[in-house]
């Protein structure tokens, strides 16, 4: 018995070390196949042999080691990986949100390459990519919705407007029935107030004279209502701060303080910027609000004369929103459901149920200044002609991914490929929106102004305005006045240190906008919109 329990312990310690010599021959044939410094291995022909049989002898690791060690090595890879990423964050192009459209990385530029780059390496194909345009810029226009439908989507709007005006008057302007007390405070809850100082500060006037300014007949108190007579509707960064202010000095215009409240765009909505999500309605009661220093000139003049004076007659109002021309993405919002679908209603459909005769105008420039003026002005940091370019063709490669699978229009107003470009390509394509502000404002409602004219020669441009709006005749000091006032809204200093942007980025853009700018120039009969001198 005890010779057998010998025997039996000498087997197993044999077992023992035949196997400890078999994963020992395992780690050694593997660390001979990954190390080709390894110092018992001959430089000579045999070292091909070895490394031959070791790949042989791999199949004799247990599968789970090879499993563990083929997943050791990819965690150590995505380290590496992740590190390499850090290091280096500018070389990269990433997109700021998830975007159905597919966009090439573009190469990075240093400012020599880049001034020199041919459009070639842009990784974009423009001649296919114009005539991808050109095929999409033929399209039936749009529908528009019954007045019945408009209607329903804001009955209250419709509620408070009504559908005829005062004959008396030039502007819009109705009676609405006032029961509040001698006490009341009718600026008390508008939201424009807690948002803009200088709305406040006039509120605190209008309230100090508001009863004074009431309508009395048949026992009850009415205030007069006025809604603009004119809208400067757009572009952004076409002028239209400097052609706002410059209005303000004529006798016969009375505005709103607030430049842009994006009323018709927005705030009706509950929405000042999409990227803060919905925040409060602002009631049409607090947009009306804005014009009671137009309402109250006017009453204060009817109050003098019973009959209504000239100059009351004359009065009017406006109001300029740069977003009120191509800003309807808030349907996206409200219809998550065709949120990829061009939108069912647009603002100019409740602008024109409420107030058909409404007077449109519209300031635009060169869209490849206007681009790179926009990204200055709305970029806060890291801005260079370098970066621009680099935004500039990932812009241009998600609106040609986005307009090979959709309609032009449908790419125009589309909300994730607004939130995805990172510049607002889509703001330049001027014809889009012009062609369906066409679709229910008469062309004879609608004046379309030329920046670089405009700036050329102010007061041949002013002159158009007077006559579009029927305003006039310009007294003497009033156009001296006129062309002496200082321009708006102009390029900060730090932005114009930056230079203009690089030749390459040039080129692109002019290539893009030009199929859409010809379109422009045909409809509008007028070569200059052409932008070809530019």
Not at 321 to 335: C, E, F, I, K, R
Not at 499 to 528: C, I, Y
Request: charged content about 25%; aromatic content about 12%.
């Amino acid at each position: 018995m005890d010779t057998s329990g010998h025997i039996k312990d000498n087997c197993v310690h044999s077992l023992s070390m035949a196997e400890n010599e078999k994963k020992s021959g395992s780690r050694e044939e593997v660390r001979m196949l990954f190390d080709f410094r390894h110092t018992n291995m001959p430089e000579n022909l045999e070292v091909k042999w070895v490394l031959l049989l070791s790949l042989t002898n791999l199949w004799s690791i247990s599968k789970v080691k090879l499993v563990s060690l083929l997943l050791g090595s990819t965690v150590i890879f995505l380290i590496m990986a992740s590190y390499i990423l850090t290091w280096d964050k500018k070389g990269l192009l990433f997109i700021s949100s998830p975007s159905p459209y597919q966009v090439q990385p573009a190469a990075i530029l240093s400012s020599t390459a880049a001034a020199e780059v041919p459009s070639e390496r842009n990784s974009i194909n423009m001649k296919l990519l114009v005539k991808l345009i050109r095929s999409k810029l033929e399209y039936t226009p749009r529908k528009v919705p019954d007045e019945k439908h408009i209607i329903e989507t804001d009955p209250h709007l419709f509620s408070v407007i009504p559908r005829q005006f005062l004959l008396n008057i030039k502007s819009p302007c109705w009676y609405e029935e006032f029961s509040g007390e001698v006490r009341t405070d009718p600026y008390k809850r508008n939201f424009f107030t807690l948002h803009s100082k200088s709305f406040k500060d006039v509120c605190d006037h209008l309230r100090t004279t508001f009863h004074q300014h009431l309508y009395h007949r048949d026992g009850k108190q009415f205030r007069l209502r006025c809604l603009p007579y004119f809208y400067i509707i757009g572009q952004p960064k076409c002028g239209t701060t400097d052609l706002f202010h410059r209005l303000l000095l004529l006798p016969e215009v009375r505005f709103n303080v607030m430049k842009e409240p994006h009323w018709w765009t927005r705030k009706r909505f509950g929405y000042f910027h999409f990227k803060d999500g919905f925040q409060e309605v602002f009631p049409v009661q607090d947009y009306l609000d804005l014009f009671d220093l137009a309402a109250h000139s006017i009453q204060e003049e009817i109050n003098k004369n019973s009959s209504g004076s000239h100059h009351a007659l004359q009065l009017i109002t406006g109001e300029a929103s740069a977003s009120t021309m191509w800003d309807n993405q808030v349907w996206s919002y409200l219809h998550k459901d065709g949120e990829e679908a061009e939108p069912p209603f647009l603002a100019q459909d409740f602008i024109h149920t409420v107030q058909p005769g409404a007077k449109i105008i519209i300031m635009l420039r060169d869209p490849v200044e206007r681009l790179y003026s926009d990204y200055l002005y709305f970029t806060t940091a890291n801005k260079s002609a370098e970066d621009f370019h680099l935004k500039v063709v990932e812009s241009v490669q998600l609106f040609q991914s986005c307009l090979s699978e959709r309609t032009l229009r449908s790419c125009a107003y589309s909300l994730s490929l607004s939130n995805t470009m990172p510049v607002r390509l889509n703001l330049g394509i001027y014809i889009v929106f012009l062609l369906d502000w066409l679709t229910v404002f008469q062309r004879e409602q609608i004046l379309v102004l030329h920046l670089e004219n405009y700036a050329a020669n102010r007061n041949v441009t002013i002159k158009k305005v007077f006559d579009f709006l029927s305003v006039g005749p310009l007294l003497e000091q009033v156009e001296e006045a006129l062309t002496k006032h200082p321009m708006s809204n102009r390029r900060r200093a730090a932005d114009r240190n930056l230079g203009p942007m690089l030749p390459a980025t040039r080129d692109l853009l002019r290539e893009f906008h030009q199929p859409f700018n010809q379109k422009l120039a045909s409809v509008l009969d007028n070569d200059a919109f052409l932008w070809s001198n530019a």
